[in-house]
């Protein structure tokens, strides 16, 4: 192995490599935390593949087998031609393989038998391999090693589910002999070990001292200028943060340098490469067919194809989601370009490592997108230099995610009493739940799974809503990709506007009701506008688990329950965001029952902010707008996996009242973590929208991108007075802690619109 080692380059490991496979080797779990490019895939590589080959001739024929999750098909994928290139040498001892949604059929009974290395994603560890661990009990009595890489996107809902998916497969192994050690691995984590014992439910050794050289990385921070444009209510427009990213991989790809722009959303990513290939054509015909862009919702055939011609070179440029921030060998980048700040530090250093690759210096510029956090950001430097990465949260305990994996688990085994402290403390007290709902039923050997239908599909660990929605070519019956159940409302409805692969595609169906799945029925078109979906939000308070005094106001957290419902959308002329037509909707609403924080203030306060009835309205919803996007700052999250509502009188408070809560079932941390940090997170909001140069509100301060009321109304200057009032007497920040609840009982909505 060693000599493997050393041909594949590496003479010698670096310190913190081989503090790390010594862990492994002793037997100990290990997260090593260090920088992108720093040489992790090789700190457990050589434990894992020394273990495989010491096996190899074992008496069972099989040996010791090691398992390797990625958050992502494309980074398994990866991995695995990196194994067998590293592995070659080594004749048949070492036998990696991909086991996932696009293995055919006919490999996988192979893989179950032979592969000693299978790579795999949390969605197939969950509803493929632990279901049917009767067929992969060779594969689990010989586990010897899990391999968890970029673990730090296993964060908020999603965290949460995979967490719950490593205890039951802990569970498996252990009824089938083997203890396996985690190794764990991410460039970008806060207090790693500590994530890594969330996640695993195990202790873990922290490797985080990073002893590789680094190539000099110059960043840069790009505001785009503003336009002779004048956007709602007369405020100043800039150039797109999307415009000005496709200028930057034009310039980039004539000057020859290899670059990845990321891109925010699956149509930011099809639009940028499309402009991208516009310049170009200008420019060297040749020269566009060699800028491509690269989302979720491809084709599988297609994935592959953009990967392979990035890894060949015959890419010069790619417009892509975050699917290749995670650590996809994209050796030769020389540049990075990113659109709009990624929600966290974490991924921002994330993206921008993937450029320098081997000690080479690097490019990474981050272009700042209309909105209050990426204009803060780019003001305020020290916020991203000078400050670590944030912490990840994630809580196991949320009865969502964890009442759906106790049936799983169940189903696969019954469940013991002895079974419930792998499973956390909140698990006895759902269990008489999940009895009640008829979903479990106690005997002497403990609780059984009662359906017929598969319990892992109880847990939608990917928080999507449900079955994705097939978009298919209405007069070919083509499938051209998919799009989120969740998202499915605002992004494929009648008339929506749809990119794919840089063809536009206007949406003329919308099928929820077919018995073989939601479908778009779309025909490819050339409409001079994009599309926008409207909504309205309503919100009622079903429990108040803890709240403070803010002055003479109140600031709450505790369990929601939010009802959405898209009601129309919005023509906009492409270059201007002219609004041309609104069109109604007629889709059923959704209901949402999750966690949230939330504040009131009095009419005292209101009388000191001089905010009067006229203006209360504008200013509570422009202090909840600039208060959503200056969340990231302070939580793992992203702008769109939070939500908001404002109401001068809310029938729960009976005061004027700002919601913002978490956009998944049973809450993902994020208010959590707003309210332990609200002073200074509310700080921030001030100090964003105080430093805006405009005079009535503007994207970069007030108004949102996903306002379900249009932004109206907002009142810059009310909220601004609003939230110095609130913060003259904040607290000391709330004591942190998650209170126990069980899942909440219904409660009837009330409230106002949604952003």
Not at 134 to 156: K, M, N, Q
Request: include cysteine.
């Amino acid at each position: 192995m060693i000599n493997a080692i050393q041909r594949a380059g590496a003479e010698h490991p670096w310190e913190h490599q081989a503090k790390a496979a010594e862990h492994a080797l002793d037997g100990e779990s290990v997260v090593i935390a260090t920088g992108t490019a720093s040489g992790k895939s090789l700190a457990y590589l050589a434990p894992v593949l020394s273990t495989l080959l010491d096996g190899s001739e074992a008496p069972n024929g099989r040996g010791a087998t090691a398992l390797y999750l990625a958050p992502t098909k494309a980074l398994a994928a990866d991995q695995r031609r990196s194994v067998k290139a590293l592995a070659q040498p080594l004749g048949h001892a070492i036998r990696p393989a991909v086991y996932d949604g696009d293995t055919p059929v006919e490999e996988r009974e192979w893989v179950r038998q032979y592969a000693n290395y299978v790579l795999t994603n949390p969605d197939m560890l969950h509803l493929g391999i632990l279901p049917g661990h009767p067929r992969w009990s060779s594969f689990l009595r010989a586990l010897r090693y899990v391999v968890i890489d970029e673990c730090h996107t296993y964060r908020g809902v999603f965290g949460s589910h995979v967490a719950q998916v490593l205890r039951r497969l802990r569970r498996l192994c252990a009824r089938y002999g083997a203890d396996p050690v985690f190794l764990l691995a991410s460039a970008t984590a806060a207090q790693p070990s500590v994530a890594a014992r969330r996640l695993t439910g195990l202790p873990v050794v922290e490797v985080a001292d990073d002893a590789s050289p680094r190539g000099e990385l110059v960043f840069a921070l790009w505001e785009p200028p503003l336009t002779d444009l004048l956007g709602e209510k007369g405020a100043p427009v800039r150039r797109t943060a999307t415009a000005e990213t496709a200028d930057l991989l034009t310039d980039l790809a004539v000057q020859g340098v290899r670059t990845v722009a990321f891109v925010r959303s699956r149509r930011g990513a099809e639009l940028t490469a499309v402009i991208a290939q516009e310049r170009l054509y200008e420019v060297d015909r040749a020269l566009a067919r060699r800028v491509a862009a690269y989302r979720g919702g491809y084709l599988p055939e297609e994935r592959r194809a953009l990967e392979q011609a990035l890894h060949s070179g015959e890419l010069l440029g790619l417009a892509a989601t975050s699917a290749l921030e995670l650590g996809i060998d994209v050796s030769g980048l020389d540049a990075v370009v990113i659109s709009g700040y990624p929600g966290t530090r974490a991924s921002l250093w994330q993206q921008a490592g993937r450029a320098g690759r081997s000690g080479e210096g690097a490019l990474a510029i981050l272009v700042a997108r209309d909105d209050p956090l990426d204009t803060y950001l780019v003001h305020h430097p020290e916020a991203l230099f000078r400050q670590p990465v944030e912490s990840t949260v994630l809580d196991p305990d949320n009865p969502y995610v964890l009442a759906p994996h106790l049936c799983a688990a169940a189903a696969e085994l019954p469940l013991t009493e002895t079974d419930l402290e792998l499973f956390g403390p909140a698990s006895p007290g759902l269990l008489p739940q999940l009895e009640a709902a008829k979903l479990l039923r106690r005997r002497a050997s403990g609780w059984h799974w009662t359906r017929r239908e598969r319990a892992a599909d109880l847990a939608d660990i990917r928080g999507q809503g449900g079955r994705p929605v097939q978009i298919v070519e209405a007069s070919t019956g083509r499938l051209l990709g998919t799009v989120d159940a969740s998202a499915a409302h605002t992004a494929v409805h009648d008339g929506a506007v749809h990119l794919h692969q840089g063809r536009t595609y206007l949406v003329k169906r919308l099928d929820l009701d077919d018995p073989d799945g939601s479908v778009a029925l779309v025909e490819e078109a050339s409409p001079p506008y994009s599309t926008v979906a409207r909504d309205t939000t309503s919100i009622s308070v079903l429990d108040t688990d803890t709240e403070i005094p803010w002055g003479a106001g109140r600031l709450c957290y505790g369990s929601v329950e939010v009802t959405n419902q898209v009601v129309s959308f919005l023509r906009r002329r492409l270059i201007t965001g002219e609004v041309l037509g609104e069109t109604k909707l007629d889709l059923p609403p959704r209901t949402l029952r999750t966690r949230a924080v939330w504040w009131t203030v009095t009419e005292d306060q209101l009388d000191a902010a001089r905010i009067n009835p006229e203006i209360l309205g504008g200013a509570l919803h422009a202090a909840e707008h600039a208060s959503i996007g200056m969340l990231p700052l302070f939580a793992t999250c992203d702008r769109w996996d939070i939500g908001g509502v404002s109401v001068p009188l809310h029938p729960d408070t009976l005061l004027p009242t700002v919601f913002v809560y978490d956009g998944h079932p049973g809450g993902a941390g994020f208010a959590e973590r707003a309210f332990h940090t609200a002073r200074e997170w509310l700080t921030a909001t001030r100090e964003a929208i105080a430093a805006c140069e405009c005079e009535a509100g503007c994207p970069s301060c007030v108004q949102s991108p996903k306002c379900g009321n249009g932004n109206e109304p907002l009142h810059k200057r009310g909220a601004l007075r609003l939230l110095t009032e609130l913060l003259r007497e904040a607290p000391e920040a709330p004591e942190q802690g998650t209170a126990q609840r069980g899942m909440p009982e219904g409660a009837a909505p009330e409230g106002e619109t949604r952003d």
